[in-house]
Each structure stands twice: as structure tokens, then as C-alpha cells.
């Protein structure tokens, strides 16, 4: 609505009460002023980056996080750009402005230049969520335009800003026009399925900022952006789906029918891992090495460790946030993923831990939060199971009964692997060990890491250099000898130099160690008792780095560990 015309209708409004009522007006003359108006364009950047300028291509569009609509800014200093983001405004002479932003991160300041008085600027130290910053500013006598702008500092990572405002009289450049009601949404379409969820996702919809979406014509959520999934759904039921867009302004007709549904009781069906297996790493974030989707893993690979888990502030609770470096247009998009993996007879797990995570399960209380919050992204994204790589000690008590609780959720079809380091096995007497005796019931693989180690003792008690085939044969031993059943067994290398530290052992080496292993033959000067044929195989870190080098890990490994007798 346009201001200047709310304040005339009030003004004649009045008018005509006083002259109805018959009451004489005294000093009414003149014209009514409008009123303060936003001169600032594109304030909330819900059409990208017009009207804003940013230095050396610092700034973006960001659908996350957004303080209000679909959009926000966000912009990354880089050396010694600070990634300052104008936008020349028109105003009044001799007139007070209002200016104001929400803004997140740190070091984040907002000012206005060439006032033609004392150019002003505030700014925020940073925080968690968004926060308000606010100062005013005075034109000079010939002032027409000013130069209002956001930076961050030199060394910080990127902020955000939304929400932008300039208020004070209309220089000649008028406002953003009031929104309208956006259209109804097209291409509504279902996605991953469960027995009690169902995935949707849709076209953006023009000046929208907003979703509602309708189960059988009754309006269950709202969501930011163009994907949802509808849970508490019955098993084996169909239902019908409709969207609508919605904006300030109002809310769209619904979107066109979809009719989709759960499958039958029970969870997403879950195929058995093979007699031997090749575990492969997925890295849910970008280190330099190939970027990959889910779908970009390599066929070679039968159980995917998506790295990683991420903790929460609750003691044992994990979450999983989708990395934006990987190319997703949303989390719809990457379940989907995880079904066509399944769906090909792979086994998709969660990992937990990691170099740099840390989750502290050290109380009943902190089980129970594992085991629940695991159970529901096992639901939620169609994981098999989970991976635990906890590289900074555990409770082999408390995790023991973590693990327990997934599993009676989960049923005898979870797939638990374990990625200890090569310390972490030494002897059946260390905590991960004891662990992987625990839960030797419902566990599917051990994985030892045999890099990053320098030398270490194998079973016969002597003393083996990583990078060799003694070094893998000597040390699996003690996992194969110290009660687990070989079928439990996997050998860890780096799928690359670029994978690891220290330890690269090439695949030649590998397979001569599953020969040496499983049927006694390629080994070096350690050569157990007996073989093992049931020997379950080999994990590398990562698929990521074995893509880097053109899948010359999994294409020489691969072949070999499922040719095992």
C-alpha cells in the first residue's frame, strides 16, 4: 500500500466527520506530508544482488540462513577485502534517515557515505542468530544521493545481512513495490518414500517467501524453501499433496495434485552386505578433494560411510546438516541419493566421529540420546545403520549400551561398521576392543585404520612399519585371533598419497595382504598359523581422494576383495 494515500484517505475522512458533526476547522491548510518510505531497493535481496554492488565479486545470494523471506546476503572477506556491499540510494536535502540491517557473524558493520554531513557507520562484534544494528544520518543542503554499505573484517569468515533500511522522505527514487500474491507452484512431485514419511518437492515460485502444504486439503506445515518431508504418516497408505506459495501480500491457489505413498510396515528395506565387502569414506564436505554426490560413488564400493555425524549440545545426541559445498539443490535431492544406492544393493551408513568430531557417550542418559537421535536419521534419511570412528576415546560401556537401544529400534538388518585406529586394537584389553566384543552380535565390520600409525606390534609381538604387507597381516591378526570372527575384519588404507599423513600402502600391497590373509599366499616375512577365508575386506579413506586418482584404488581393490574365496 502506498503510504501517501493512507495518510489522504485518513485526512478526508476526518474532514468529513468535522463537517458532519458540524464543527468549525481551524487551521487545517496546506497539504498532507507523506510518509517515511524505505529508500533502499532491494532491501531484503530477494532478487539476488540488484542494486547492490559488491567488492571483487565478495558478495552472494543465500537461501540460508534468511532472517525473513526466501533470500539473505552473504559475503566473504578474502585477504585484504573486507567484502563491502553498497547500494546508492536517493534522498532529500537537509533531511534524517533511519538506517538499519539485520546482520550475523562477526565484525559485521553497517554505514552511509557521502552524506554531506558526518557519515556514520555501526557495527556488531557477533553472536549466534541475527542481530539488529542501527544508527541515523543528516543530509547536507545539496545532498541527493548517499552511499549506504555492509563489511565484514579482514581475516573473519563470511556474514550475512537481511533485511535492509533506509527510512526518511522519498529522494525521487520511490520504494520496492508492495508485494503481490505469488502464483500457485508447479512441478510438485514425490520423492523418498518410507512407512511413515513421504519426501516433496516443487518449482520456485516468483516473490515468493514462503510454502504451505496441504495433506488431503488440510494445510500440515510451512516451510522456507522448495522441498519438505511429511512424516507420521500410516504405513501403506496413499495420500494426496498440494502446495501453495505465500508472501506478505497473501497466499497463492493450491498447486496441482500428487498422490504418493507410504511403503508397507515397517523401515526402508535394507540389503544385506556381501560375504566381502570394499568401505569406502564419502566426504559430506569439500578438503581438495573431488567433490562427489552420493550418486558419483563408485560402483566398486558396497557399504558408504557418509562422514560425518555432527554433535549437538545435548551429551550423545547427533544431527546431519548436508554440506552446500557439494552441489545439492536440496536434502530431498540427497536422499534420493541414499535410495538409488540401497536400491542397487548398497549399504549407506552414518558415520560418527572422525578426526574432528567429538560425541561424549559416557551416561545412561547420553546412550539413550544417541540411540534415539541415530534411530530417527536412520528414518529420516534412509541410512542402514551407522559407523563408529570416535578418535578421541570412548566409554565402551556406555556406547555398548547406546548401541544396544539403536539396534532393538533398528532390528537384526542394521549394519554397524567401526573405524578405530590402529592404537585403538593393540590388544582385546583397550576400550574399542572391548567394545567391538560387546556388540559382537549385531556387528557387521571392524575397519582398523592402519596409517597414520608409524610402526607398530603385530600379534607375533614384533614390531612392524606401516606402509608394508606385514604391517597389515601382522596387525589384523590380533582382531582375527583376539575373538572376533574373521567375517568382522577389514583392512583401513588411505585410497591415495593426498588420503593420509603417513601409511599409503599401494593396492598391490592390499590385495597381497587379503591373499596373504585369506588364503596364504603373497605374504612378506610374517605368515599367520591359518587362513581365513570368510575375511570380510578392505575400507579406504576416502572415495573422495580414490576419485582424485581416478578410481585407481577401488578399480584394483575392489575386484580383488570380491573375488575372495
Given amino acids: 500500500m502506498d503510504p501517501t494515500k493512507r495518510s489522504r484517505r485518513w485526512l478526508g475522512g476526518a474532514l468529513a466527520l468535522a463537517v458532519g458533526a458540524g464543527l468549525t476547522l481551524v487551521g487545517i491548510t496546506g497539504t498532507a506530508q507523506a510518509a517515511d518510505v524505505n529508500v533502499a531497493k532491494n532491501a531484503g535481496f530477494e532478487s539476488g544482488l540488484s542494486n547492490w554492488t559488491c567488492s571483487s565479486g565478495t558478495g552472494a545470494n543465500t537461501a ?23 547500494q546508492t540510494v536517493a534522498v532529500k536535502p537537509n533531511s534524517t534517515y533511519s538506517l538499519g540491517a539485520w546482520v550475523q557473524g562477526s565484525y559485521v558493520y553497517l554505514g552511509a557515505g557521502g552524506t554531506g554531513t558526518t557519515d556514520v557507520s555501526t557495527w556488531s562484534p557477533g553472536g549466534s542468530g541475527w542481530s539488529q544494528l542501527s544508527t541515523t544520518f543528516r543530509t547536507g543542503p545539496s545532498t541527493t544521493s548517499v552511499t549506504v554499505y555492509t563489511h565484514g ?18 529522494g525521487g527514487g520511490g520504494q520496492d513495490p508492495d508485494p503481490v500474491v505469488p502464483p500457485p507452484p508447479t512441478g510438485l512431485a514425490a520423492g523418498t518414500a518410507t512407512s511413515s514419511t513421504i519426501a ?27 522441498s519438505a518431508t511429511v512424516t507420521n504418516l500410516a504405513a501403506d497408505t496413499a495420500y494426496q499433496f498440494q502446495v501453495t506459495a505465500t508472501n506478505s501480500a497473501g497466499e497463492s491457489a493450491k498447486s496441482a495434485a500428487v498422490t504418493a505413498k507410504t511403503l508397507p510396515g515397517g523401515t ?46 545435548t551429551p550423545g545426541q547427533l544431527t546431519f546438516n548436508l554440506s552446500s559445498a557439494l552441489g545439492y539443490a536440496n536434502v530431498d535431492e ?3 541419493d541414499v535410495a538409488a544406492k540401497k536400491a542397487a544393493g548398497k549399504s549407506v551408513v ?18 539413550t540420546a544417541f540411540a534415539d537421535s541415530a534411530w530417527a536419521l536412520m528414518q529420516e534419511y534412509g541410512f542402514s545403520g551407522v559407523d563408529i570412528d570416535l578418535e578421541h576415546g570412548i566409554n565402551a560401556l556406555y556406547l555398548t549400551k547406546a548401541l544396544r537401544q539403536l539396534s532393538a529400534k533398528a532390528g537384526p538388518g542394521m549394519v554397524l561398521t567401526m573405524a578405530p585406529q590402529t592404537l585403538d586394537m593393540q590388544s582385546t584389553g583397550t576400550q574399542y576392543f572391548q567394545l567391538a566384543l560387546n556388540v559382537k552380535d549385531i556387528l557387521t565390520v571392524v575397519n582398523t585404520q592402519y596409517y597414520n600409525s608409524g610402526a607398530m606390534l603385530g600379534c607375533d609381538g614384533k614390531v612392524y612399519s606401516q606402509g608394508t604387507v606385514d604391517f597389515l ?15 568382522q ?12 599423513g603417513s601409511g599409503y600402502i599401494s593396492p598391490s600391497i592390499v590385495n597381497n595382504a587379503l591373499d596373504c590373509l585369506t588364503r596364504g599366499t603373497g605374504c612378506g616375512t610374517f605368515k599367520p598359523a591359518r587362513t581365513y577365508p570368510s575375511l570380510r575386506g578392505a575400507m579406504t579413506w576416502s572415495t573422495n581422494w580414490d576419485a582424485t586418482a581416478g578410481n585407481a584404488w577401488s578399480n584394483a581393490v575392489g575386484p580383488h576383495v570380491h573375488a575372495l574365496p
Avoid at 206 to 223: E, Q
Avoid at 270 to 297: E, S
Avoid at 489 to 500: H, I, M, Q, Y
Fill in 350 to 367: 552414518l558415520s560418527v566421529g572422525g578426526e574432528l568430531g567429538n560425541v561424549s557417550i559416557n551416561s545412561d542418559a547420553s546412550a
Fill in 334 to 336: 540427497f536422499k534420493a
Fill in 64 to 86: 540460508t540462513p534468511v532472517r525473513t523471506g526466501a533470500s539473505a546476503l552473504k559475503a566473504t572477506p578474502a585477504g585484504m577485502d573486507n567484502a563491502k556491499c553498497t
Fill in 268 to 313: 526402508n528395506p535394507r540389503p544385506p552386505v556381501p560375504k566381502h565387502a570394499l568401505t569406502g569414506y564419502w566426504q559430506n564436505f569439500n578438503n581438495g578433494a573431488t567433490v562427489q554426490k552420493l550418486r558419483d560413488v563408485q560402483a566398486q564400493y558396497d557399504i558408504i560411510a557418509v562422514a560425518f555425524a555432527d554433535a549437538t549440545t
Fill in 200 to 226: 516433496l518437492n516443487w518449482g520456485a515460485a516468483s516473490g515468493a517467501t514462503g510454502y504451505n502444504v496441504y495433506r488431503d486439503g488440510a494445510k500440515i506445515l510451512s516451510v522456507g524453501g522448495t
Fill in 473 to 487: 597381516t601382522g596387525l589384523a591378526c590380533i582382531q582375527l585371533e583376539g575373538g572376533l570372527d574373521p567375517s
Fill in 489 to 500: 575384519v577389514g583392512l583401513g588404507v588411505p585410497a591415495s598419497t593426498r588420503g593420509a
Fill in 153 to 170: 573484517w579482514y581475516g573473519q569468515s563470511a556474514y550475512y545481512v537481511d533485511d535492509v533500511s533506509v527510512f526518511g522522505p522519498d
